[in-house]
C-alpha cells in the first residue's frame, strides 16, 4: 500500500485510505515504541533536516524523535539564530541545506502556505508541521489515532472542537479529517472565533453554548486562544472567556455520560481548559503526545518509500 500523495502539505489532499494506512501503519509503530529497544533501521539512509520558522516544543521533539526512532540522520533548523535575520529568503535557505544532501523537510511555518511553495519549488518531500492558520495534518492525525484507540472507531463518532476555531490550524485539520473517516464535528466557542462561513463552507455544526457541545460529543478537543495571531480584541478578557468558555470538571461532572477530552498543547490552565479537567481520568493530552511519536514515525516512513518518484 502506498499513499496517494508525495508530500504531507494538509488533510485536505488526503483520501480515506490514505488516513487509513497512516493510522494502521502507527498502530505498528506505537508497538515498536513498547519494546525495550525503540528503534528500527528503516530510514537509516535518508536524511531530515527540520525547519522550524515558529515556535514549538512538542511537534519538533516528536518528529525529531520519531526520526531517530527510525534511524534517519536529522539537522535541525530555527528561524532564530539563523541567516533569516540577515535577509536570507526561505527558498534560497531551503536550496542552501537541499545542497547538502538532504531527502525531507519537516516543516513549521507562521505563513499559511509555505510548505505548499516550497513543495512546488524544491526537489525534497515536505511535511507540513503547521503553517500559519491554514493546516496541522500531523496533529489531527495523532488526535485521530487517540481517538480511534479509546473509541475503536471514527465512524459515527461525534467529536467537538471548542474554543479559538477562526485562528487554529489544528481545528481545520481536524475538521478535514474527521469528515472524511465518518465522524460528525460541531465547532463550539464564542460568535467572534468562530468563521461565518464554516457551517456552509465546511458542513460541520455550530454551536455557541459549550454545555451543549459537551453533552452532544463523544470527545471534546479543546484548544488554546492563539492571541499571537489576533490584532483585534475578539473577546473581553482572559477571566471572562473561561467562565463563558473554559472547560471545567463540573461541567463535565454534570454531563449525563463520560466523555474524553483532548488538547493539542500548549495548554492555558485557567483559560480554555481547568486544572482538574487536564489532569483528570478522562484527559487524553499526555497520550496524545505519547501517540504523537509513532503517527509521525509513519507519515515519515511512508513518504520516504515513495522518495524515488517526488517531484
Ligand atoms: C498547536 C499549534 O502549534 O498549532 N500546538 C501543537 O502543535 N501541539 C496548537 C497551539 O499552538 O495552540
Same mark, same amino acid.
Not at 276 to 304: F, H, P, T, W
Given at each position: 500500500?502506498?499513499?496517494?500523495?508525495?508530500?504531507?502539505?494538509?488533510?485536505?489532499?488526503?483520501?480515506?485510505?490514505?488516513? /487509513?494506512?497512516? !493510522? +494502521?501503519?502507527?498502530?505498528?509503530?506505537?508497538?515498536?515504541?513498547?519494546?525495550?529497544? &525503540? @528503534? =528500527?533501521?528503516?530510514?537509516?539512509?535518508?536524511?531530515?533536516?527540520?525547519?522550524?520558522?515558529?515556535?514549538?516544543?512538542?511537534?519538533?521533539?516528536?518528529?525529531?524523535?520519531?526520526?531517530?526512532?527510525?534511524?534517519?540522520?536529522?539537522?535541525?533548523?530555527?528561524?532564530?539564530?539563523?541567516?533569516?535575520?540577515?535577509?536570507?529568503?526561505?527558498?534560497?535557505?531551503?536550496?542552501?541545506?537541499?545542497?547538502?544532501?538532504?531527502?525531507?523537510?519537516?516543516?513549521?511555518?507562521?505563513?499559511?502556505?509555505?510548505?505548499?511553495?516550497?513543495?512546488?519549488?524544491?526537489?525534497?518531500?515536505?511535511?507540513?508541521?503547521?503553517?500559519?492558520?491554514?493546516?496541522?495534518?500531523? /496533529?489531527?492525525? !495523532? +488526535?485521530?489515532?487517540?481517538?480511534?484507540?479509546?473509541?475503536?472507531?471514527?465512524?459515527? &463518532? @461525534? =467529536?467537538?472542537?471548542?474554543?479559538?476555531?477562526?485562528?487554529?490550524?489544528?481545528?481545520?485539520?481536524?475538521?478535514?479529517?474527521?469528515?472524511?473517516?465518518?465522524?460528525?464535528?460541531?465547532?463550539?466557542?464564542?460568535?467572534?472565533?468562530?468563521?461565518?462561513?464554516?457551517?456552509?463552507?465546511?458542513?460541520?455544526?455550530?454551536?455557541?453554548?459549550?454545555?451543549?457541545?459537551?453533552?452532544?460529543?463523544?470527545?471534546?478537543?479543546?484548544?488554546?486562544?492563539?492571541?499571537?495571531?489576533?490584532?483585534?480584541?475578539?473577546?473581553?478578557?482572559?477571566?471572562?472567556?473561561?467562565?463563558?468558555?473554559?472547560?471545567?470538571?463540573?461541567?463535565?461532572?454534570?454531563?449525563?455520560?463520560?466523555?474524553?477530552?483532548?488538547?493539542?498543547?500548549?495548554?492555558?490552565?485557567?483559560?480554555?481548559?481547568?486544572?482538574?479537567?487536564?489532569?483528570?481520568?478522562?484527559?487524553?493530552?499526555?497520550?496524545?503526545?505519547?501517540?504523537?511519536?509513532?503517527?509521525?514515525?509513519?507519515?515519515?516512513?511512508?513518504?520516504?518509500?515513495?522518495?524515488?518518484?517526488?517531484?
Amino acid at each position: 500500500m502506498q499513499l496517494s500523495t508525495k508530500h504531507l502539505l494538509g488533510i485536505r489532499d488526503l483520501q480515506a485510505q490514505d488516513i /487509513q494506512l497512516i !493510522l +494502521d501503519t502507527a498502530t505498528q509503530f506505537k508497538e515498536v515504541l513498547q519494546r525495550p529497544i &525503540k @528503534k =528500527v533501521p528503516s530510514l537509516r539512509d535518508v536524511t531530515i533536516v527540520n525547519l522550524f520558522y515558529e515556535n514549538s516544543t512538542r511537534t519538533r521533539i516528536s518528529f525529531e524523535l520519531a526520526e531517530k526512532r527510525l534511524s534517519a540522520d536529522t539537522i535541525n533548523f530555527t528561524a532564530s539564530g539563523s541567516s533569516v535575520s540577515k535577509g536570507e529568503t526561505l527558498l534560497d535557505t531551503v536550496n542552501n541545506i537541499l545542497s547538502m544532501k538532504v531527502d525531507m523537510v519537516v516543516m513549521r511555518h507562521s505563513a499559511s502556505g509555505a510548505p505548499h511553495f516550497l513543495a512546488k519549488h524544491i526537489p525534497a518531500i515536505i511535511v507540513n508541521a503547521g503553517d500559519g492558520i491554514n493546516e496541522h495534518p500531523t /496533529q489531527a492525525l !495523532l +488526535d485521530a489515532f487517540s481517538i480511534r484507540e479509546k473509541l475503536g472507531t471514527l465512524e459515527g &463518532k @461525534k =467529536v467537538a472542537i471548542i474554543g479559538d476555531i477562526m485562528h487554529s490550524r489544528v481545528a481545520l485539520s481536524n475538521i478535514y479529517l474527521l469528515q472524511k473517516m465518518g465522524a460528525e464535528v460541531t465547532v463550539a466557542g464564542p460568535p467572534t472565533l468562530i468563521p461565518k462561513y464554516i457551517q456552509e463552507a465546511l458542513g460541520v455544526r455550530v454551536e455557541y453554548d459549550v454545555k451543549n457541545a459537551l453533552q452532544w460529543c463523544d470527545v471534546a478537543n479543546i484548544l488554546r486562544i492563539q492571541l499571537e495571531r489576533q490584532n483585534q480584541v475578539l473577546f473581553s478578557s482572559l477571566r471572562e472567556y473561561n467562565l463563558a468558555f473554559g472547560v471545567s470538571k463540573k461541567m463535565l461532572d454534570e454531563l449525563d455520560k463520560e466523555i474524553f477530552v483532548m488538547h493539542p498543547g500548549p495548554i492555558n490552565r485557567g483559560v480554555e481548559i481547568d486544572s482538574d479537567v487536564a489532569d483528570s481520568k478522562q484527559s487524553l493530552i499526555l497520550q496524545q503526545v505519547e501517540n504523537g511519536v509513532a503517527v509521525r514515525m509513519a507519515v515519515l516512513y511512508l513518504l520516504a518509500g515513495q522518495r524515488e518518484t517526488a517531484e
